[in-house]
């Protein structure tokens, strides 16, 4: 245990110089000269390599976890941590970070493993993704147990530093506390986006471009690369099977809505491969193949709730609402969720999106969740982009029941310009 302790940095140290006075000074000592090192060269150098690069949120070797957390997160006083934002990784379904840190939070949870931290400060806290301006590079933070705030949010309490000298024999012996009750965070918040391998990817990437092609849109190589975390080989090798699988279906080929970013183009392999040599007009016949089965209803198109699931609920649909409902982002929101889910009938009243994980509960403008406006009638159900684009005030609801579309975002999501809501009389407001 001697030997330990030589590693070890007391908490007394650290209090005496506090980690946003180290860090401050550290800033201005990088700022001329940049990083001493990236920081994902030091997660590598410590034995610790990402697994990738551009979205890792940390990192295992054996029975050792090392995470990246943000300066603006700790709470120095009380030592603690957020190391999961519950409601962030709700919205950001997504995300291909997410499925690893839930992996790994889960390890820490139970106790099975060593857990420690790189505590980082980012650019500007309100970007995502963000950029990292400086981290601690001279000791990391041991992590004792993690807990659950009453919001939702994990949090690790945060223990002595560790010198980076002495870290592989530190972590030989060092356990976090298990935490009390079972890990929080259930498999149906995971996307399966960083742990499935290309080949698993392909169903969620033909399912996201049928959503593109049905808003007459394009997306660019790095689109898809930064979705569904592929570099450029498996990107390649998933947009042949993809493609092949369309031809064999005898459908167009839809990996030709993916494009250069700057010539707005497909690339030569859709011609060597597909023998396609017009990729316009190629997109257009999966316009036109992928088209909104409800667009006979002009000038507006028309998404209907499925009012039949209202009085004649089947098995189905209650497997879709438990998994709903089980996506919570604060403990009141469970019945206003599950409430507004039923009203709707289990899809976005604009879209007609089905899918429980994509979909969010929106208070419709002018309600509050925090004055007890938490009744049916005082949300709707939108797939999340658009939960989002409502919020922002970029999509709107005449009083007629009407789909209002800023025309900051009419190139992608046109196709729902004009739809007409049918969701009783709620919308109004």
Not at 261 to 278: A, N, P, V, Y
Request: charge should be neutral.
């Amino acid at each position: 245990m001697a030997r330990l302790d030589a590693y070890k940095v007391k908490a007394s140290e650290l209090e005496s110089r506090p980690y946003i006075v180290w860090l401050q000074s550290h800033i201005i000592e990088k700022r001329d000269g940049g990083m001493a090192k990236v920081i994902s060269q030091f997660f590598s150098d410590l034995g610790y390599p990402l697994r990738n690069m551009r979205w890792s949120w940390g990192a295992r070797n054996g029975n050792s976890i090392l995470l990246r957390t943000w300066n603006d997160e700790y709470a120095f006083k009380e030592r603690k941590l957020r190391v999961l934002d519950i409601e962030d990784a709700d919205k950001r379904f997504d995300s291909f970070g997410l499925d690893e840190r839930i992996v790994q939070l889960k390890a820490l949870w139970d106790g099975n493993v060593a857990g420690y931290t790189v505590i980082a400060t980012a650019k500007d806290n309100n970007a995502r993704p963000r950029e990292i301006i400086a981290y601690r590079d001279d000791v990391v933070f041991a992590l004792s147990r993690l807990e659950q705030n009453s919001n939702g949010d994990i949090v690790a309490i945060v223990g002595d530093t560790v010198r980076l000298a002495g870290l592989a024999l530190h972590a030989q012996t060092h356990r976090p506390a298990r935490a009390q009750g079972d890990f929080p965070v259930g498999d149906e918040q995971r996307s399966g986006l960083s742990t499935d391998s290309y080949k698993e990817k392909i169903p969620a990437i033909r399912a996201w471009l049928i959503e593109v092609c049905r808003a007459r849109g394009t997306v660019t190589y790095s689109d898809v690369m930064n979705r569904f975390a592929l570099t450029f080989y498996p990107l390649r090798n998933a947009m042949s099977r993809l493609g092949h699988e369309c031809k064999n279906a005898k459908e167009p080929i839809i990996t030709a809505l993916i494009v250069d970013k700057d010539t707005r183009r497909c690339s030569q392999g859709l011609f060597d491969e597909f023998h396609i040599d017009d990729d316009v007009l190629e997109r257009e016949r999966c316009y036109a193949h992928w088209a909104p089965t409800v667009a006979d209803a002009s000038p507006a198109v028309v998404a209907p709730l499925l009012s039949s699931l209202l009085g004649k609920p089947n098995d189905e649909f209650e497997q879709r609402a438990a998994r709903f409902t089980q996506v919570q982002t604060r403990p009141e929101q469970g019945a206003f969720r599950d409430t507004v889910f039923r009203a709707c009938g289990g899809q976005c009243v604009v879209s007609g999106c089905t899918v429980p994980e994509a979909l969010e509960a929106a208070h419709l403008l002018g309600r509050d969740w925090r004055r007890g406006h938490n009744r049916a009638a005082d949300g709707i159900l939108l797939r999340r982009d658009l939960h989002n684009l409502y919020d922002r005030g970029l999509l709107r609801i005449s009083d007629a029941g009407q789909v209002e579309l800023s025309d900051e975002v009419l190139a992608y999501y046109g196709a729902f310009n004009g739809v007409i809501v049918t969701v009783d009389d709620r919308v109004s407001a």
